[in-house]
Structure formats: C-alpha cells, structure tokens
C-alpha cells in the first residue's frame, strides 16, 4: 500500500508559508506502516495540478490532496479534478444544505462564490459531512483520492478521524512499523556517523537516519516486522548498542528536550538551581520554566548584562571586571557563587559570552562563551567558541549550560571546549 501526497498552493511554492499539511500526512502514514513513494507541492496551476493527479493515480493506491476546497477565485481543486477525470461538476445537495446552515447562522450573505464550495465532481462522497469542516473522496480506476481542506487543523482532524482509518481498511494486513529517536548533543554528525559505522552492518533490516536538528543531532532507528513484540525487542537492542558506543552525549530519546530531562532529575534529587544569564539574556530560565512543576526546583534567574548588574545583582567584584573583563572564566566563576548565595540553591549556573555578531576581538572572537557552575563542594568554568549567527550562539550557550546540570547531577565530566 504505497500513496502519494500533492498540496496545492501559491503560498507553498512562493516560500510563503511552510508545508505543515505534507509533514504531518508523511509522518501519519508512515506511523502506520504504510509508504509514502512522493510528495509534490504545486502552485494554482489547472495544469500542473491535473498533470499532478493523473500521475500520482497511475501509480499509488491512495493518494493525499490538500488546499483548493475554499470559496477564493484561485480554489479551483474541484474543478480540476471534474477536467481531469471527466467528472462534471454538480451541486451537492448535503454540502449545498451545510453552506447555507453555515452562512445563516453567522448573520453572513450567502454569494455564489461560497456556493461553489458545493459544487463537486460526480462520484464524490463527503467526508465528515455533519461536522464544522468538510473534504471528499472518489475513486479513479481503484485509486483512493481524499481532498481535503489546506487549514491545517481541518486537515489534521479529517486525516486523524476519516482518511487514515478509510485508508487502512483497504489493507488486507499492514505491517508493524516502528521508530524510535535518539537525541544527541555535544558531537557532530560526522563523528556519530563514523562511531557508528561498525553498528550499521549488525542492524539487520533496522534503517538509521542520521538528521542535525540544530544544536542536536537526532539518530532515528525504524525497523518493520510481523510481530510488535519482536520488532520492540530488536528496537531496544540497537537502542542500548548505539548508547553504548556514544554513550552520555546520548541526553533524550523520542519527544523529550533537554530541559524535560534536567528537569526530571532535579527533581529526583532534590536539587534546586539558579541561574545567572549575561549572552543568553534568560533564554535557560525560560526552557527551564517551559517544563510544568518547574517551581519545585528553579528558585529563580537573572539576566545581567551590563558589567554594574554582575556587580550589584551578582557580587562580582568590580577588579574582575576591570582586569579579566566580562567574558572571561574569573567573571564566569564570581557569577555562578554569585547566584548560588543570592538564590539560596544547591546549584548555581552562569553564562557570559559574546553572541555577534559585534563585540568580538582578536583575543575574544565572536562565539566565545564561558559557563560556570558553582555548587558546595565544586566550582567549574569553561570556555566554548561556538559558531554561527548571534541565534545559534545564544541557542548553543544555552543548550549547553542545561547538558552541565544534566551531566553534573549524573556524575559525569563536564564536556571539554568545542
């Protein structure tokens, strides 16, 4: 059971709007077991459209359309479809009876063009047709068309409640599909690549796909199979193989971030934290406070960017400032014990860097960022030089003063300047 996607659309093609609808059709279908062979985005062309349909039903068995459906001079989806499967165009009376309910009741003037909405090619049936939102299907030559609206929350309703579950039943068994991702940080792919090239022969019909999903490195593992319980039990074994050999820059798996698994284990152990934020300008408090429960462990942050802020918020002293500067491990230091005592944590995390794409110099280029980390027992600072525009800096700073908390509470080395 293979199908094809097509979504239609000016503001696709133009780069206007990102293909939301494609992404997440792809990734229902696959989830499912079945295979997507294409995915086609084309403008409103009654050209290229109907070329795009006629091919896709020469060789899939279903196929995906969204975008057209609505009541603009350049929704013509309906029309293109009757050209090109000579299917004439007629008014629906049970869409026609749904406009009109619709128009009523929001006081609206009911026009001919939100009346063409109903017109439909012959043979097609409407998919949800109680509901608030409205698609159609048909079938040319034994292949399974479902239109749908481009809105993506209309689009994701109908594909989850309708398309899926019509589309499964055309299957006489499908087969068990699994993923599973891993997330990395602190290597690049390249390196996780060559880490793993002993592992890629001993997969067996397992397929890993190596994606940079900035500052990350995602590693997905998908493996198809007969029996949920085998392909579950192969899945765990590459899992606990790939960790094996990347070891602790493996931080997360599935739709977990860094900051859900700080969080977790702050919370396990009892440990509260403050942070100090001078390039990152309280982008960590605000990951840390995306994570529900975060008051039962972040006392609080503060963003001080000016050299009188470290002094008066922080306790820096003004000679660190004046001798080593404010980028620099001894500000780093002072800032992290700074917090620490202001908050009254076990953990005191601090961030001062140069984030670009001004402020650099020969001695201190753009991209150089110290973190520091203070607890009872243990102080540490470290310099990184990250690339990048001043968003990817700011992001890596921050990425990396959550992976020291994760690693410190787990008792393992801090990552070395990268």
């Known amino acids: 059971m293979y199908g094809e996607i ?4 000016d503001e696709l093609t133009a780069g206007r709007t990102v293909d939301l609808n494609a992404w997440y059709a792809a990734g229902k279908i696959a989830s499912s077991g079945l295979g ?3 995915v086609t985005s084309v403008g409103d062309n ?3 459209v109907s070329e795009a349909l006629k091919r896709a039903c020469l060789s899939s068995r279903f196929v995906i359309v969204t975008g057209g459906l609505g009541s603009t001079r350049d929704d013509i989806t309906s029309e293109i479809v009757a050209r090109a499967f000579n299917r004439p165009l007629s008014a629906n009376l049970e869409m026609l009876d749904k406009i009109r309910c619709f128009v ?5 003037e009911i026009t001919s063009s939100i009346e063409k ?3 439909l090619p012959d043979g097609a049936t409407l998919i949800h047709p109680k509901g608030a939102v409205c698609g159609y299907s048909l079938v040319e030559k034994d292949v399974h068309l479902y239109f749908l609206p481009g809105v993506p929350d209309q689009m994701r309703y109908l594909m989850d409640t309708f398309v899926l579950p019509d589309i499964l039943s055309l299957c006489h068994s499908v087969p068990v599909m699994k993923h599973r991702v891993l997330k990395i940080y602190g290597l690049n792919e390249p390196i996780i690549a060559e880490k793993l090239k002993c592992l890629e022969k001993n997969t067996g019909k397992a397929v890993l796909g190596f994606y940079p999903h900035f500052p990350e490195n995602h590693i997905t593992i998908t493996l198809h199979g007969e029996d949920a319980s085998v392909v579950s039990e192969k899945l765990d074994r590459i899992e606990t193989e790939i960790t094996g ?10 739709n977990l971030e860094m900051e859900d698994v700080v969080a977790e284990k702050l919370t396990e152990k009892g440990t509260t934290i403050g942070l100090a934020e001078s390039c990152t300008g309280g982008l960590i408090c605000d990951r840390l406070t995306n994570v529900a429960g975060s008051s039962h462990y972040f006392q609080g942050g503060i ?4 050299n009188r802020s470290k002094e008066d918020l922080l306790a820096v002293r003004k000679e660190t400032l004046a001798r080593y500067g404010a980028v620099s491990p001894e500000t780093a230091r002072e800032m992290a014990k700074g917090v620490r005592a202001c908050m009254k944590t076990d953990l005191g995390v601090a961030v001062t860097g140069i984030a670009g794409p001004d402020g650099g110099s020969k001695e201190k280029p ?3 960022v110290h973190i520091g980390l203070s607890s009872e027992n243990d102080l540490f600072t470290q310099q990184y030089r990250f690339r990048g525009s001043r968003t990817q800096v700011k992001l890596n700073a921050t990425m990396m003063a959550l992976d020291w908390v994760r690693r410190y509470i787990d008792g393992h080395s801090i990552i070395p300047g990268i």
């Open 6 to 9: 097509i979504t239609i659309g």
């Open 245 to 254: 050999i990347l070891g602790d820059y493996v931080f997360a798996t599935e």
């Open 366 to 368: 753009v991209g150089t």
């Open 117 to 119: 909405m109903a017109n």
């Open 36 to 38: 997507i062979t294409r």
């Open 46 to 48: 009654a050209e290229m």
């Open 104 to 108: 009523k009741k929001r006081g609206m």
């Open 303 to 306: 963003v001080c960017y000016s």
